[in-house]
């Protein structure tokens, strides 16, 4: 591992994908917070610059006036150089309510916001303790595990899936394709393309191309089936809602299903690797916890501000605008980096210690305002159900090797995490 000091504001490029995958992303956002709050990152042949934030302040007041900051023209950081209105409409701009604006964007939530109040979250607790705990039987007698691929990708595959109505032979295809749609610049998850050609640019675009579309194809084929026979689940729900009085189009369904499938499962995944991870690298916090388990729901806060499973999300200004002194044009992109302002110290004292009786927390890990994250609930949730259940069987869980982290400006990914416990007789 580099250390601070060898880190310095000219090295810093906040699209190299491998800053991320090192774990150096930390050492680069704590620079630009002290020396370059609002950084202009240049374009390059293929994408336009942005401007980034890292400062807590900052981010409030983007994500609070989407009246400015649209989220139309796509939320990450990378817009083509040749970004025409049939790529943007196949990147999903304007499509999904996590790409909407105002009016439009709080209509359309309502139509799923009923099955993620806190009253419908807890329903589901029970089936998620009983998935917990039917995954933890399945590696008790080990004593080892890739604490990734065994647990924390299946739990919110699940709860996303069930909540979907996607039959338990098909989860797996899920997992694959979202890691493909949400991980496309991982060589890991580059399987339709050569081994010779992958970790390219272009192996990223082909992956992702193939992971959305094969997405697509199945939730087109789902739709169908739900046409022909409603059933208890969302996609249903959505077959027979109505927007200003008009019924959703297959489009606008599909642009939900995908959504919701990467929305609710690769982040909440991360957020427990990242969880597990963090208190075996801070066994006093894990002893602390262990002694006390009514410390658990501060716990989970300062995992997600820790962890930051979503790195950011971005906005284009509709307007010329400032942030603090600096003039926003027309037309630019601003990218709201999480793990940064998670740990601004003008907000949260010794921001780099890992406390998990943090109070107050107020971490920004799930946005805030218009697109506030719908499923905060059952992510909470998904984490404290299963640290209660793991630690009340496997207490002494620590990590047998480091980390494999994913290669993406996007989503703080953990693809595998060995792990080994005393095995349960
Ligand atoms: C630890 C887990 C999670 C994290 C860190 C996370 C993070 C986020 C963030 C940062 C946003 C804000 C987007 C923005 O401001 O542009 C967001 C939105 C969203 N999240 Fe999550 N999320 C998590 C889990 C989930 C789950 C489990 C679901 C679904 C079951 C979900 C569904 C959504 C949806 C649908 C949106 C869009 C909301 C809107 O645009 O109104 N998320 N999430």
Redesign the pocket.
């Given at each position: 591992m580099m250390t601070e000091t060898t880190l310095s504001l000219a090295d810093i490029n906040l699209n190299d994908e491998e800053l991320f995958e090192r774990g150096l992303a930390h050492e680069a956002f704590k620079i630009l917070r002290r020396e370059d709050p609002i950084s202009w990152t240049p374009a390059t042949e293929e994408v336009k610059g942005h401007w980034n934030l890292v400062k807590y302040e900052d981010v409030m007041h983007v994500?609070r006036r989407p009246e400015i900051f649209s989220?139309e023209r796509g939320?990450v950081q990378y817009e083509p150089v040749s970004m025409d209105e049939a790529s943007a409409a196949s990147a999903g701009n304007g499509k999904?309510?996590?790409t909407?604006d105002p009016p439009r964007?709080v209509k359309m939530?309502r139509l799923v916001n009923k099955g993620?109040t806190p009253r419908a979250v807890a329903l589901w607790e029970p089936k998620i303790r009983a998935a917990t705990n039917m995954l933890l039987d399945r590696i008790a007698k080990k004593g080892e595990s890739d604490f990734v691929l065994d647990i924390a990708c299946n739990i919110?595959l699940a709860?996303?899936c069930q909540?979907l109505g996607l039959p338990e032979k098909d989860w797996a295809l899920m997992f694959e394709l979202t890691n493909k749609v949400l991980g496309p610049g991982d060589p890991e998850y580059q399987t339709d393309v050569p081994e010779e050609q992958r970790g390219t640019q272009e192996a990223a675009r082909i992956t992702g191309n193939i992971g959305t579309m094969q997405m697509f194809g199945y939730f087109a084929q789902a739709l169908q089936e739900r046409k022909t026979a409603r059933r208890e689940d969302i996609i249903s729900l959505l077959v027979d809602s109505e927007l200003e009085g008009e019924q959703l189009t297959d489009e606008d369904i599909l642009w939900f299903c995908f959504?919701?499938i990467l929305?609710?499962?690769e982040?909440?995944r991360?957020?427990m690797s990242g969880g597990l991870l963090s208190l075996c690298e801070h066994p006093d916090q894990k002893k602390k916890l262990l002694n006390d388990m009514s410390l658990l729901p501060g716990a989970i806060e300062e995992i997600?501000r820790w962890n930051?499973?979503?790195t950011h999300?971005a906005?284009v200004a509709l307007q010329d605008t400032k942030i603090r002194h600096q003039e926003i044009k027309q037309g630019e992109r601003v990218v709201?980096w999480?793990p940064a302002v998670n740990r601004d110290e003008e907000v949260f004292p010794n921001a780099d210690v890992f406390d998990i009786t943090r109070s107050p927390n107020e971490h920004?890990?799930?946005?805030?305002?218009?697109?506030?994250?719908?499923?905060?609930g059952?992510?909470r949730l998904?984490?404290k159900v299963l640290f209660e259940e793991m630690f009340r069987r496997f207490p002494d869980i620590e990590l047998a090797g480091p980390p494999e982290r994913l290669r993406s400006t996007f989503i703080g990914g953990i693809k595998h995490l060995p792990v080994k416990f005393t095995p349960e007789r």
């Open positions: 994500s989220s939320i999904m309510i996590i909407m964007h939530r993620f919110p709860v996303i909540m959504l919701l929305a609710g499962n982040t909440t991360n957020g997600l930051s499973p979503v999300m906005r709201m999480y920004l890990a799930f946005g805030i305002g218009e697109h506030f994250c719908l499923g905060a059952f992510a998904e984490l």
